[in-house]
Each structure stands twice: as C-alpha cells, then as structure tokens.
C-alpha cells in the first residue's frame, strides 16, 4: 500500500529531521487520544552510513494497539479535505483491516530456508586480526566488525508474509527487545538509540558481551568494562559538546535469552527547540557498532566490510509532537525476495582473539537463527 507520505533519498538525519519537522508543522492532525504513538506518526529506519537510502514513511492506515486499547489512524494527502473524503478513507481502512484479519495470522512456525552456502568464518577472523593490527598500531581504539550471513528461502516466498512471521516469532521469543519490522528489515534489539516524550530523552547504551558458556563476570572484566566506556563516552561526549543536561546509570548486566551485555542508561533534557534528530545525527554511528575515534572506525568498516545496509542505523518511529523511539537495528535480518540477510557483529579493541569474536557473532545471530528451520 502507497504511503501517505514518504522521504526519497539517502538523507542525513539532520536533513530528514529538518523534512519530518515541516511535515509536523503544516500537518492537519485531529487526535483525540494524545498519548504516544496516536496522532501523526513516521516510520523510519536509516543506513548505518548516509550511503544508504533511508525507509522514512507515514502509512495511510495505522493500528495501534497499546493496554489501554485500540486505535485506527488514517493519513492522507489533500489539498482540499472534506468530510466525504476523511469517512471515505475511513471505510476504507476499515475494510482492509477486516480483509487483513480474515486473510493473514502469520502462522507461528519456524521459516525453512537453506543452510548459508558460507560462514564467512575466515574472513570474519581475517577482519578482526586486521582490526586488532590496526588498533594496536594507533589507528583507532575501538572498531566494531560485522559480518552477514545469507538463507535463501524455501518454495515461493512472499516476502511480505515471511516479514510478518519474523516479526511475530521474535515478539514471542525475546519480549523484552524491542520487534521492528520497516521495508524488509525485521528483528528485536535491545539497544535504545534514543527514545523522546515530551522534552525528555533516554538511551541504553550496550557494549562488552557474554556468550552462554563463556564464564566471565562482565562486571570484572577490564577488557569489556573498557570496551563499554568507549561507548557510552561516544554517546556522551558529543552531548556534553551540545550542553545537553543528562545522567548516566550504570553499567548493569542485561540478561538476554542468547546472550549477556554490559548496559548503561543514558537520561537526558532534550534542549528548547531541538529535535529528536538533531541528537541523533550528534551521536550516530555510536562506538556500540562503529568505533572510536568514530572517522576512522567508519572507515576502516568501509573498506572491509560489504555495506550494512540498515542494519546497525536508526529503526523506529515518530510523531509530530517530538516524541518517538529510534533504536539501533541490531539483531535483524532483511527480507529479500528468496533470501534473508543476517547481521550481527562484535566490538574488537586492542586485546581481541578473532576466534572469541566470531562465537559472539554467531550468539548474536541466536534470534534470527532461532526463527528459522535450517536443513
Ligand atoms: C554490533 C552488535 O552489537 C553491539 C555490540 C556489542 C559488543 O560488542 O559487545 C554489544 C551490543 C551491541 O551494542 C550486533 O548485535 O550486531
């Protein structure tokens, strides 16, 4: 279904700010619920480097669905809206929420797919020894690297159901990340980029992992403790340089069902007459998946890895009041036509083994693989 309104391009997120700013402006916008999530809302899912072309939409039919109930919003371009059009859309939208009702329960099996003709293994070890070469010779501090994994898909694919099913069978597998699933991409993180209500703003930085069976205190270990700082400094130091007033609480251990993290929440005082994007655009790509200094982490991904795609960019949404939760899209795949792609990566400092670094891709790859019948 076409959108009521989307941005074209590969935008920086200040400029797709500056667009979702106007938008929110001039938009007619009759909500009377008023809590997040109602009203004029923007899904959005940015690259992990501007390269890549951003899915920033507003849908013409939305279900929302929160425990205090239900609600339906219906957006629409008009240069001259009458209440004919407003209630034809409204039948509209009614009907095909019942046709999507009768026709399509994604049914909550595994998706079969094909075992990835390759691990990458080797060359994911090659990248991390390379990144360790490059850190130790001061190049940089911190370089997260990433690796993909390719399942082509079983029989005849519709992308649209399979994203559905992904999405349904990560809700129900690891309820405490958040589920998104934006043009293709589908997965549950449990990393908050930022989330803003009001003029306030709160982001939970993870970095330094245990995989199951590894056993070490997190807490203890020097070289994921420092590995953390990194990034929660990437996150805060670029704050402080906006006179951002924030707190930081932490590290804790967040405990996931395929892996454990080191995390820190990060509370801030969104500055008068700024954005959720102008923040965004200040503290992204976060050294959680690029690296410190940031440059040269980036270019260092860039000329060893394909393209991320959006995988490790912003995913969520918007609204018109400056509120939203933009997440980093981490455990994830993309839906492709007979394919599903798989990311997932680790953050190598001076002292990093490639063998280590690659089990902890591979616990990172838990979500989507426990997803998937793999023969
Ligand atoms: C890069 C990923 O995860 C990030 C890297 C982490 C680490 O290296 O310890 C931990 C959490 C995430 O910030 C990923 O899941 O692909």
């Given at each position: 279904?076409?959108?009521?309104?989307?941005?074209?391009?590969?935008?920086?997120l200040g400029k797709a700010g500056a667009a979702w700013f106007l938008v929110s402006k001039h938009a007619k916008v009759d909500d009377p619920l008023q809590h997040p999530g109602t009203g004029l809302i923007a899904f959005?899912?940015?690259?992990?480097?501007?390269?890549?072309?951003?899915?920033?939409?507003?849908?013409?039919?939305?279900?929302?669905?929160?425990?205090?109930?239900?609600?339906?919003?219906?957006?629409?371009?008009?240069?001259?809206?009458?209440?004919?059009?407003?209630?034809?859309?409204?039948?509209?939208?009614?009907?095909?929420?019942?046709?999507?009702?009768?026709?399509?329960?994604?049914?909550?099996?595994?998706?079969?797919?094909?075992?990835?003709?390759?691990?990458?293994?080797?060359?994911?070890?090659?990248?991390?020894?390379?990144?360790?070469?490059?850190?130790?010779?001061?190049?940089?501090?911190?370089?997260?690297?990433?690796?993909?994994?390719?399942?082509?898909?079983?029989?005849?694919?519709?992308?649209?159901?399979?994203?559905?099913?992904?999405?349904?069978?990560?809700?129900?597998?690891?309820?405490?990340?958040?589920?998104?699933?934006?043009?293709?991409?589908?997965?549950?993180?449990?990393?908050?980029?930022?989330?803003?209500?009001?003029?306030?703003?709160?982001?939970?930085?993870?970095?330094?992992?245990?995989?199951?069976?590894?056993?070490?205190?997190?807490?203890?270990?020097?070289?994921?403790?420092?590995?953390?700082?990194?990034?929660?400094?990437?996150?805060?130091?670029?704050?402080?340089?906006?006179?951002?007033?924030?707190?930081?609480?932490?590290?804790?251990?967040?405990?996931?069902?395929?892996?454990?993290?080191?995390?820190?929440?990060?509370?801030?005082?969104i500055p008068p007459h700024k954005t959720l994007f102008y923040l965004l655009e200040a503290i992204h790509p976060t050294a959680a998946v690029g690296g410190l200094p940031r440059r040269a982490a980036v270019e260092f991904?860039?000329?060893?890895?394909?393209?991320?795609?959006?995988?490790?960019?912003?995913?969520?949404?918007?609204?018109?009041?400056?509120?939203?939760?933009?997440?980093?899209?981490?455990?994830?795949?993309?839906?492709?036509?007979?394919?599903?792609?798989?990311?997932?990566?680790?953050?190598?400092?001076?002292?990093?083994?490639?063998?280590?670094?690659?089990?902890?891709?591979?616990?990172?790859?838990?979500?989507?693989?426990?997803?998937?019948?793999?023969?």
């Amino acid at each position: 279904m076409n959108p009521a309104w989307s941005y074209q391009g590969n935008p920086a997120l200040g400029k797709a700010g500056a667009a979702w700013f106007l938008v929110s402006k001039h938009a007619k916008v009759d909500d009377p619920l008023q809590h997040p999530g109602t009203g004029l809302i923007a899904f959005a899912s940015f690259g992990f480097s501007p390269e890549t072309p951003a899915v920033f939409e507003v849908p013409r039919f939305l279900f929302g669905r929160d425990d205090r109930g239900s609600w339906l919003t219906v957006a629409y371009q008009a240069h001259a809206p009458t209440p004919e059009l407003a209630a034809s859309l409204r039948a509209e939208a009614l009907a095909w929420r019942d046709a999507a009702k009768a026709s399509r329960q994604p049914p909550r099996t595994p998706i079969p797919v094909h075992a990835p003709k390759q691990t990458g293994r080797t060359a994911y070890e090659e990248n991390v020894a390379a990144a360790v070469a490059a850190i130790q010779a001061g190049e940089a501090q911190k370089i997260v690297m990433a690796r993909r994994v390719e399942y082509s898909l079983k029989g005849e694919p519709d992308p649209q159901e399979i994203s559905s099913r992904l999405a349904e069978l990560l809700g129900e597998k690891y309820p405490s990340c958040w589920i998104f699933s934006i043009g293709g991409l589908v997965g549950a993180t449990p990393e908050m980029l930022l989330e803003a209500r009001d003029n306030r703003a709160h982001a939970r930085v993870l970095a330094g992992t245990a995989s199951p069976g590894e056993n070490i205190n997190l807490l203890e270990s020097r070289k994921n403790l420092h590995e953390h700082e990194v990034a929660v400094a990437s996150v805060t130091e670029p704050l402080d340089a906006l006179e951002v007033e924030l707190q930081t609480a932490g590290p804790y251990l967040l405990n996931l069902p395929n892996l454990t993290h080191l995390a820190t929440d990060v509370s801030l005082v969104i500055p008068p007459h700024k954005t959720l994007f102008y923040l965004l655009e200040a503290i992204h790509p976060t050294a959680a998946v690029g690296g410190l200094p940031r440059r040269a982490a980036v270019e260092f991904i860039k000329s060893h890895e394909p393209s991320r795609g959006r995988y490790a960019g912003p995913v969520g949404w918007v609204d018109a009041r400056g509120g939203g939760q933009l997440a980093l899209a981490l455990r994830c795949a993309q839906v492709e036509k007979r394919s599903l792609v798989a990311w997932a990566g680790a953050g190598i400092m001076a002292d990093s083994d490639p063998e280590t670094e690659f089990a902890e891709t591979e616990a990172k790859l838990a979500p989507i693989r426990d997803c998937l019948e793999i023969d």
